[in-house]
């Protein structure tokens, strides 16, 4: 279809008005096309030319708007780092309408009622980000909000660096936007219940559209709510992701991840990792995810539960973690290629142990799987302690999965093939986001049109991108973001 073709709905206003504000976006100055991703213009079935003209980056500016469009920016509350704010919002990011359920939102627009002290800019570095890492997040399978363009302008916008820095916009799609904050927000005040039964009828209609008609529905999206975010934490845990800021206005109803910042996929695998320069305590490590989004949703149910039995919600609650684990496991299973049952102890302590020789050894954490999945055999694993640090951890470790695989009579080819399939020869690192964000600055974003490639298909080979399949540079490895952006 022709941008012009695209017919926007909007189904936000059925909600009283202190939930939301119509408002316009205010345009950056000279905006240019940075690029775009044809698989997402595809969920929206637009037109991969129709990107290329000068409509499309006046559309994303918020110059043009789409037929069937009121933009707004939708209110939200939140736990940041532990403590409620009870007014929070679309500070940047402005709402246009959905289209094949896919909702549109621009990130950077301009102020709105919700941007507190903030610009409502987003600085190009932070845009550059979001919008290659949404993808690559799609391509490992993990559910997230997608990307499907970026601009860049000469508008200028000051962070917390000396140097000036430029305005950018991304343009995001999503199933939903509603976070755990926006329940949050709507169980405020005297007799919230009318409010909140709207907002979950909504949150159901827009993500579990089964549910719809059935007599509990409320607790068991909740349920269903628990099991996907499990699995979702899962995902995270076993692909070494770190979010960085999983407030609960971050924190998506519909198990999506959400709201880009100082994210990370972890270099060298330390379980202690914090990849928040502003976490002071490490409230977002790596291995406190699992435990925040279970406290999230125990946020959720403070909300949720004065419109169904808050105690079924927190006593489903309790199955988080022993779920994230389980799913925690399988993944990790594929990814040793190993097809055993996964209540065998020695499964669990070949797990652990497996987890101790990584961090002990100093080595690539995604690197380590993919040359596993590269092994000839696993009589000469010299090509993986090569890119350790330290050997003998890991040549400890490899005895015992040795062992197991006996035992087991895992057959090799079988599990090569597991491997292939979910060790991924490029994930996407923060060092790598930052060269091409070093040319772009330049006004070179080749790097940017590449890296999106390469993350839209990380399994592919990319011949002149080699060295992105190598380990971090330890100097490189590991470091902390500002949460600015
Ligand atoms: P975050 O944790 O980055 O998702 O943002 C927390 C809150 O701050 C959200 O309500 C954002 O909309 C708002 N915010 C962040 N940066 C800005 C900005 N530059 N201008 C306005 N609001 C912002
Ligand atoms: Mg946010």
Request: aromatic share 14%.
């Amino acid at each position: 279809m022709k941008l012009d073709e695209l017919n926007l709905e909007v189904d936000y206003f059925q909600f009283d008005e202190k939930f939301y504000e119509k408002v316009d976006a205010t345009p950056l100055n000279n905006p240019f096309l940075i690029s775009y991703s044809k698989s997402v213009c595809d969920l929206i079935n637009l037109d991969y030319k129709e990107c290329e003209k000068e409509d499309f980056v006046k559309f994303i500016n918020g110059e043009k708007v789409l037929k069937g469009s009121i933009p707004f920016s939708m209110a939200y509350a939140g736990h940041q780092f532990g403590y409620f704010v009870p007014q929070l919002g679309d500070g940047r990011a402005i709402n246009l309408g959905y289209i094949n359920n896919w909702h549109l939102q621009t990130k950077g627009s301009g102020l709105t009622k919700y941007s507190r002290q903030g610009d409502g800019r987003a600085v190009l570095r932070s845009s550059i980000r979001e919008y290659i890492i949404s993808e690559a997040m799609h391509a490992l399978g993990i559910p997230t909000t997608r990307a499907l363009a970026l601009i860049g302008s000469s508008h200028k916008v000051y962070r917390d660096y000396l140097e000036v820095e430029t305005g950018a916009i991304v343009l995001r799609v999503s199933p939903s936007w509603i976070r755990i904050g926006t329940f949050e927000f709507f169980s405020r005040g005297k007799n919230p219940e009318n409010n909140l039964r709207q907002l979950a009828n909504y949150v159901i209609n827009q993500s579990y559209p089964h549910l719809k008609n059935d007599e509990d529905k409320y607790e068991k999206m909740y349920f269903e709510l628990v099991d996907k975010s499990a699995k979702l934490l899962a995902q995270w845990m076993a692909y070494g992701f770190q979010h960085g800021v999983i407030n609960t206005d971050n924190f998506s109803t519909a198990a999506l991840t959400i709201d880009y910042g100082p994210f990370a996929f972890m270099d060298h695998f330390s379980k202690h990792s914090v990849c928040n320069h502003t976490d002071m305590e490490g409230r977002y490590s790596y291995n406190n995810q699992p435990e925040i989004a279970r406290w999230n949703l125990e946020i959720l149910a403070y909300s949720l539960g004065k419109i169904c039995s808050f105690q079924k919600l927190i006593s489903y609650l309790k199955t988080f973690m022993s779920k994230q684990q389980e799913e925690y496991l399988k993944i990790m299973n594929q990814r040793l290629g190993l097809d055993i049952d996964l209540s065998d102890d020695g499964n669990l302590d070949l797990m652990i142990d497996l987890l101790e020789a990584l961090e002990e050894s100093k080595i690539d954490y995604n690197c380590f799987f993919y040359e596993v999945t590269k092994l000839e055999n696993f009589d000469n694993i010299s090509s993986i302690l090569d890119i350790a640090v330290f050997r003998s951890p890991l040549e400890n470790w490899f005895e015992k999965y040795k062992q197991l695989i006996k035992i087991q009579k895992q057959d090799f080819f079988k599990m090569k093939e597991l491997m292939k399939k979910t060790n991924p020869k490029f994930v996407i690192k923060n060092y790598m986001l930052q060269e091409a964000i070093d040319v772009a600055k330049q006004g070179d974003f080749k790097l940017v049109n590449d890296l999106l490639k390469i993350a839209q298909n990380p399994f592919s080979e990319h011949k002149e991108f080699e060295r992105y399949a190598k380990p971090t540079p330890l100097e490189y490895s590991n470091i902390k973001l500002s949460c600015s952006s």
